[in-house]
């Protein structure tokens, strides 16, 4: 993989290291192995840095605890790389980290997949920044400018591991709008010589997907839910699905070649629903499938009126809690599809009902779905809970975002 020059104007991090002290309880989060440090829970400093500085974390006797990338434009003024044991954070460092994180991963291309997540963040020790892979494409997403400076080594490194025809580097909202610190990068550009396809075609678990790496949602695809998609396929066979929150069709390709006799996919991206159609195309897949570009809440509630009634309902929606004074909301906002996908779901029917809020705690969002089919006068018998897949492995318990629940509803 071969870089353009994008990658060697960027500026190098400072050589003269950030000297931290934290406040106790922080001290405590970082020996447990924590991977952030807030601002507020900075006591003493050296000196002020630049994103991307290297900041090292002593204890209250100036003994070692941590070393990360500096932040000062974040709350999460700290990132931490490695804690307990010093280490010199280079090239070498980040090849080691990503071999081991690829070694995670070695499996899967013994099951036909070719899009998976490679780095994920914290969780693979590379705090805010994740890799995610279709095929012979790298999509690089950054959450924090303290990752800039360490581009270029970094993908050296990269390039050592796993290498790639192309690289396209992705940035979150946030860092899309500081660009007096982006020296010249951009969301959606790409840092390999070669100019990748607008879509990419990857494997996952045998069947065909497409992904649009520089326009889609994330980068490009949602990779975090194969097993459950596969689980959908077993649950399928004759049966009339309708997925919710499709976006393009995961659940609902899977269902198709599962033997589904119907499929129904609803999202409200009119782009989303068509890219749903040529994933079940890639696939020849032949089940009759319906889609609908609208408002799930306004489709379901349609439906209930209709008496129009599924035996597989998948209610997968995106993140409804960004911050802490959304949970309550975002509960509720689960509760209410509960109760209007128990409306279309047949007696014995399956309800298989996601969340991917980091900030709703698992307890929570499975008790507000047996509430709320209490509440409709269903009982729900559940068939299994689960988490996350292997290519997104969890260290630490902010990491864990991802719970589903099968169910079938008497």
């Keep these: 993989m071969n870089f353009d020059n994008s990658l060697s104007q960027l500026p190098s991090p400072s050589a003269k290291r950030i000297a931290l002290r934290v406040t106790a309880p922080a001290e405590r989060a970082l020996r447990q192995g924590h991977p952030w440090v807030f601002d507020q829970s900075i006591t003493e400093q050296s000196h002020e840095g630049a994103p991307g500085d290297l900041a090292v974390i002593f204890d209250n006797k100036r003994r070692f605890l941590a070393i990360g990338l500096y932040d000062p434009t974040s709350t999460i003024r700290v990132r931490v790389l490695q804690s307990r044991q010093p280490a010199t954070i280079n090239a070498e460092w980040f090849q080691n980290k990503l071999n081991l994180a690829a070694q995670i991963r070695e499996s899967l291309e013994g099951i036909d997949t070719t899009g998976y997540r490679l780095v994920h963040g914290e969780n693979d020790g590379f705090p805010g920044l994740v890799i995610d892979r279709y095929n012979d494409t790298l999509v690089l997403k950054l959450y924090t400018l303290a990752w800039i400076p360490h581009l270029k080594e970094f993908c050296d490194a990269l390039a050592q591991v796993s290498p790639a025809e192309h690289l396209i580097l992705r940035l979150n909202r946030i860092l899309q709008k500081q660009t007096d610190f982006l020296h010249g990068l951009s969301d959606g550009m790409t840092l390999s010589l070669q100019t990748p396809p607008g879509l990419i075609l990857f494997k996952e678990n045998g069947l065909t997907f497409e992904s649009d790496p520089i326009h889609g949602q994330k980068t490009g695809f949602f990779l975090d839910q194969p097993d459950n998609r596969a689980k959908v396929e077993e649950l399928s066979k004759d049966k009339s699905v309708l997925n919710v929150f499709a976006y393009t069709g995961g659940f609902s390709v899977y269902?198709?070649?599962?033997?589904?006799?119907?499929?129904?996919?609803?999202?409200?991206?009119?782009?989303?629903?068509?890219?749903?159609?040529?994933n079940m195309g890639y696939n020849n897949l032949t089940a009759p499938h319906e889609t609908i570009a609208e408002d799930a809440f306004d489709v379901l509630a349609r439906m209930e009126t209709q008496k129009r009634l599924f035996d597989l309902v998948i209610i997968d929606p995106p993140m409804f809690a960004q911050n802490e004074k959304q949970i309550a909301s975002a509960l509720a906002a689960y509760r209410k599809l509960t109760r209007l996908g128990l409306g279309v779901l047949r007696k014995g029917g399956t309800l298989v009902q996601a969340s991917c809020s980091s900030r709703v705690d698992a307890e929570s969002f499975f008790e507000s779905i047996h509430q709320s089919a209490r509440e409709a006068g269903r009982r729900l018998t559940e068939i299994e809970r689960?988490?996350?897949?292997?290519?997104?492995?969890?260290?630490?318990?902010?990491?864990?975002?991802l719970k589903c629940l099968f169910a079938t509803a008497a």
């Design 386 to 401: 689960t988490g996350h897949a292997l290519d997104h492995p969890i260290n630490f318990e902010e990491g864990a975002y």
């Design 255 to 278: 269902a198709a070649r599962g033997g589904a006799r119907e499929v129904v996919s609803v999202d409200i991206s009119a782009p989303a629903i068509e890219a749903a159609i040529r």
